[in-house]
């Protein structure tokens, strides 16, 4: 079924335990996502029977070599020297036709040296809610690991209360986060720095030549990623909740979701991590943290970049300055699309800004205001003004939104269609992806949660009949709160 190519285990002992999962009592296969199989070029899979075992860990495929990758990372501010996969083992890398290469990884596969005390399992809720969220994330086109097996398992796992378990498999384009870069620098392991430096730009920046500067380069393109994902993060309302660096991938695709979630009502404040008391990782702060992540691994890449480290500190500043307009450049075209009109031109920009003040007042839920607006243009009938408490403000805006629109000279069925394209009728609601964990763990009914990833398979595929999965909560969702726990 894999053909593995494991390029990360024939680095040295030092970037990983060599460890195997450890098995689990009666795996039963909850889902396994055969597109995703068939995108990342596993074998035709013709005896369904087996799979449990071997997304369980119960059985390792053949030529698996199984790592827990070393890493550490700053949590909320706070540098911690070794973390690395408590909970997960990296089965091995498959490549698909085009010569993408994937990683194949188990999440809650037991305790490995790195586990500092943790039991390795994972609940089978968090489990569920890393499929639906990061398979809903691919669809609405945001970089992101995937998820390609869930497994249900007949052991307990002990948090607050005895809770049912699951074993996640995760496909990532690589594993390598920045706190993997901060694991070699904090130990002022150069050799392995420059390898760990080298590997990741050939696998993921491989168009960086074996020139002078190639590890400025390095950096500036993990800039460039993170400020394009972050936008897009933005863009659809998405919280990742816990960006701490060994939660941001090198590769730019979105990685760990534990408390992550999207916001129903516009709040540049929102969060909704139980332990994120200060709001450090608020839906609006999410760019500056990103920044300040990038800084840390600007750090690490310094005796990289150049011999002479105030020379090398210059360069590192300088990339980090651009990472603040390259965002804005991003986010605005980003956001802009979603109203319709270019956001290369400085009064979008203002029209823009505009409306998010207005949502902000008047609580608007994010993705049913900018859904509402695409409409809006064919059918003032519809539903947008229910997003505002009075109407005189929106029709005033909308007014001076119409003109802009005219300027653009394309038809009113052309503009609508290109923002039906970046405005989602649906997102992974904090309700409804609650009904769907309830249900699984509760009646064994995985019902609603295949509806649930089905129609988020087609976020932009509005269907009447489908109305209910486009709602907010009745009462909003101003108390949810959501918890590390996978
Ligand atoms: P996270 O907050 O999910 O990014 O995880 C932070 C660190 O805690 C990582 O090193 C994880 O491997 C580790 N960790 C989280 N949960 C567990 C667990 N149940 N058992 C062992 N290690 C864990
Ligand atoms: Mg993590």
């Known amino acids: 079924m894999f053909k593995f190519d494991n390029s990360y285990s024939r680095l040295p002992e030092n970037f990983y335990e060599r460890i195997d999962p450890i098995a689990v009592k009666n795996p039963k296969l909850i889902r396994f996502n055969k597109l995703l199989a068939e995108e990342i070029g596993l074998d035709p899979i013709k005896d369904n029977n087996h799979l449990e075992t ?8 053949k030529d698996s070599d199984p790592i827990a990758l070393a890493y550490a990372g700053h949590q909320f501010g706070h540098f911690v020297p070794q973390l690395g996969d408590g909970r997960a083992v990296l089965l091995g890398e498959v490549s698909n036709h085009d010569g993408f290469r994937f990683d194949i990884q188990l999440k809650g596969s037991g305790p490995t040296s790195f586990s500092r005390g943790g039991d390795g399992r994972a609940p089978l809720g968090p489990v569920i809610r890393e499929y639906i969220m990061s398979e809903a994330m691919h669809f609405l086109n945001i970089p992101t690991t995937r998820s390609l097996a869930m497994v249900a398992t007949d052991e307990l796992v002990s948090r607050e209360t005895l809770l049912p378990g699951g074993v996640l498999t995760r496909i990532a384009s690589s594993h390598i986060r920045v706190g993997t870069f901060e694991y070699f620098a904090a130990q002022g392991d150069q050799k392995n720095l420059k390898l760990l430096a080298d590997y990741a730009i050939n696998r993921h920046y491989s168009n960086i030549d074996e020139s002078n500067n190639r590890y400025q380069i390095f950096l500036e393109s993990v800039c460039d990623k993170q400020a394009s994902l972050i936008a897009k993060w933005m863009e659809v309302g998405f919280i990742h909740g816990v960006m701490n660096t060994d939660n941001t991938s090198i590769s730019g695709e979105t990685i760990d979701y534990g408390p992550c979630a999207f916001m129903d009502s516009y709040h540049p404040e929102t969060v909704f991590s139980s332990i994120d008391h200060h709001g450090r990782y608020a839906y609006g702060n999410q760019p500056n943290i990103g920044q300040w992540n990038l800084a840390r691994l600007s750090e690490c890449l310094l005796p990289l970049i150049d011999n002479d480290s105030n020379k090398a500190i210059t360069i590192a500043e300088e990339i980090l300055d651009s990472f603040g307009r390259k965002f804005e450049d991003y986010w605005f075209n980003g956001m802009c699309e979603k109203i319709g009109l270019p956001g290369s031109k400085k009064n979008n920009r203002a029209l823009l800004q505009d409306l998010l003040k207005l949502m902000q007042k008047n609580q608007s839920d994010f993705t049913l205001t900018f859904w509402y607006l695409s409409e809006y243009i064919e059918n003032q009938n519809c539903d947008l003004k229910k997003q505002f408490t009075s109407n005189n403000e929106i029709d005033s805006w909308l007014i001076k939104w119409e003109k802009a629109l005219k300027q653009e000279k394309k038809t009113k069925t052309k503009i609508k269609e290109s923002m ?38 087609k976020p932009y595929d509005y269907k009447p009949e489908n109305i209910e999965f486009m709602m907010p909560p009745e009462n909003g969702d101003q108390n949810y709160q959501t918890f590390c726990g996978t």
């Open 420 to 457: 039906l394209k970046v405005n989602p009728a649906y997102i992974p609601r904090n309700h409804q992806v609650e009904k769907a964990i309830y249900e699984a763990l509760n009646n064994y009914d995985y019902s609603y949660m295949d509806r649930l990833t089905l129609l988020l398979e």
């Open 54 to 61: 071997i997304f369980s860990g119960n059985v390792l495929p």
